[in-house]
């Protein structure tokens, strides 16, 4: 799709009711993002969902440009469902609340904003790949408790549970930090293992 | 003053808040491409102002980027409300969600 082409409304599979679909978006990124597009550019669950794209990007690319053979844990259809997840978690949701000193006004954060904070946090930590992330329980009511559910690739030779346990503590001190949601527990899955191409063509 | 010049001084106070990386639209998709249609190569502004039985409600979507998210989108509560007092409106409802935290 292109700036000149009116965007299709209505898409089922459309990102942030923009018009344009995960596949556009992506298409978008490989284009450095020009010639820009407004209803891309501000709107926010496509940019989240083209920050994760540009995240991982890197390394699908790698991947996908290698072997499958080689590479078991993480083919192509595994990065599929990666960016289905993605595209679906970007969607704004609910709002969650924040609290403010003035009853005139109303602060929230999305449940999407959530979502792709958790997601970054878990990509930060080094060996890690989120997968899937979920919240569960009740995110519009003051202080209720909610459960985080979240499942992980491992870079193959990492030590498992440390990089879960890291990811645990950053996807914890995140929400600490911009939220004010109680979070009873953070579960991480570690649910593939992946490996990356190195320059020479052997893995890392 | 119309209400597209409000928002957009609304739009350019609340850029101007420490931590607030990026201002989205708050209008939903479908409303904005057909009042982009209307407004021709105008670009409409991001902030989206209603009155509901008289009283304006304004919503901003912000980027944070800042440590807290809380706290930016608090601050950003006082930009919108600044420049709502400074236009004599003093009766508003404000909504600031934060729809993204940046890296």
Known sequence: ?204 | MTDDELAILIETAVRGVDGVANVYSALPPLTRSARQLTAGTVTLPLVALARKDGLLAVTVNVGVSAPQAPATASAAAIAVRTVLDAAGIVDAEVIVRVSRVHD
């Open chain 1, 1 to 204: 799709m292109t700036m000149d082409t009116p965007p299709p409304t209505g898409e089922p599979d459309d990102v942030g009711d923009s018009g344009y679909t995960l596949e556009d978006l992506s298409d978008y990124s490989d284009r450095g993002r020009t010639p820009a597009i407004p209803a891309i550019d501000d709107n926010a669950e496509c940019q989240s969902v083209l920050a994760s794209i540009e995240r991982v990007g890197a390394l699908s690319r790698d991947l996908i440009a290698k072997d499958a053979a080689d590479h078991p844990a993480l083919d192509e259809s595994w990065f599929g469902s990666l960016f289905a997840a993605i595209s679906n978690e970007a969607k704004a949701g609910r709002d969650i609340p924040l609290s403010s000193p003035d009853p005139r006004t109303r602060l929230s954060i999305t449940e999407g904003a959530v979502r792709e904070l958790v997601r970054a946090a878990g990509d930060g930590v080094a060996g890690a790949l989120v997968g899937r992330c979920q919240l569960h329980g009740d995110l519009e009511g003051p202080g209720s408790g909610i459960r985080v559910e979240l499942s992980i690739s491992v870079l193959l030779g990492a030590p498992v549970h440390e990089v879960a346990a890291l990811v645990r503590q950053r996807v914890y001190s995140e929400l600490l930090a911009h939220t004010e949601l109680a979070v009873e527990s953070v579960d991480v899955t570690v649910a593939d293992v992946h490996v990356i191409p190195n320059a020479k063509g052997g893995t890392a």
